[in-house]
């Protein structure tokens, strides 16, 4: 069987074809961890460090990650858990698989270039009725304290327009994350030379309650909570 770190070597030597038609070997899905191992492997120190022995983990100029635009189309998998069987389904036309997709963006992450200073951006969670399978942690995320730690599993996506994230709100009602990422964050960030950055944080991300408030008037009536990116220790 493959191993991680050849599965590692692999997904990265296909990531510069991602333009190309070049798909990788049905090998590399067939023999790649599990999800749960994927997951894990995020926070294991030791596999990092054979990844970085081997040449993998450079640093770099790169301010986002490859595929910055298609995680979300794969973070439901990481949010509601996956079967095998689709997590080595071939995504859209990349020629990688959701298991390969995770597996070069975990690396890509640890290669970014730190920021250079304090970014603002914002995230919305339209609000959930009762009935709807997300809403046991959409209540969760809702009654946060101030001092309380938020794990996304997925890699969320925020904005620093603050207009297009409450256009994700429903009907002006749920969560508005006002986001603080640190000086020295390694997240994949476009749109630096324009109006407006889109920011991807990598999965498993956590995030610190710093302050929370209801806003409640004529048109709006949505909880707005101050995250604070924690950067991970090993970064």
């Known amino acids: 069987m493959i191993s991680k770190l050849s599965l590692a070597k692999n997904v990265m030597a296909y990531a510069g074809k991602l333009g190309s038609q070049i798909k ?3 090998s590399i ?4 961890p599990s999800l749960k191992t994927l997951q894990k492997d995020t926070f294991c120190h030791q596999y990092w460090q054979q990844i970085k022995s081997e040449g993998l983990l450079k640093n770099s100029n790169q301010t986002s990650v490859k595929l910055h635009g298609y995680l979300n189309g794969i973070n439901h998998h990481l949010v509601t858990g996956a079967s095998s069987k689709n997590m080595d389904k071939e995504f859209m036309s990349l020629g990688l698989t959701p ?19 304090t970014i603002h951006a914002f995230r919305s969670i339209g609000e959930k009725p009762d009935f ?10 809702l009654d946060i304290k101030k001092g309380e730690t938020i794990d996304m599993k997925e890699y969320a996506y925020a904005t620093s ?12 009602k749920g969560i508005l994350y006002d986001i603080e990422i640190p000086k020295g964050s390694k997240v994949s960030v476009t749109g630096a030379n324009t109006a407006t950055n889109e920011v991807v944080f ?3 991300s956590k995030f610190e309650c ?3 408030e209801h806003v409640k008037n004529a048109n709006n009536d949505y909880v707005k909570v101050n995250l604070k990116y924690i950067v991970p220790q090993d970064i």
């Open 24 to 26: 990788p070997s049905s």
């Open 29 to 32: 899905a067939q023999h790649s």
């Open 99 to 117: 298991r390969d997709m995770i597996t070069l963006t975990d690396i890509e992450f640890k290669s970014l270039k730190p920021t250079t200073e």
């Open 132 to 141: 709807f399978s997300e809403y046991k942690l959409y209540k969760k995320r």
């Open 161 to 172: 327009d603050i207009d297009y994230a409450r256009g994700y709100l429903t009907n002006n």
């Open 202 to 204: 990598p999965r498993s």
């Open 210 to 212: 710093v302050g929370k």
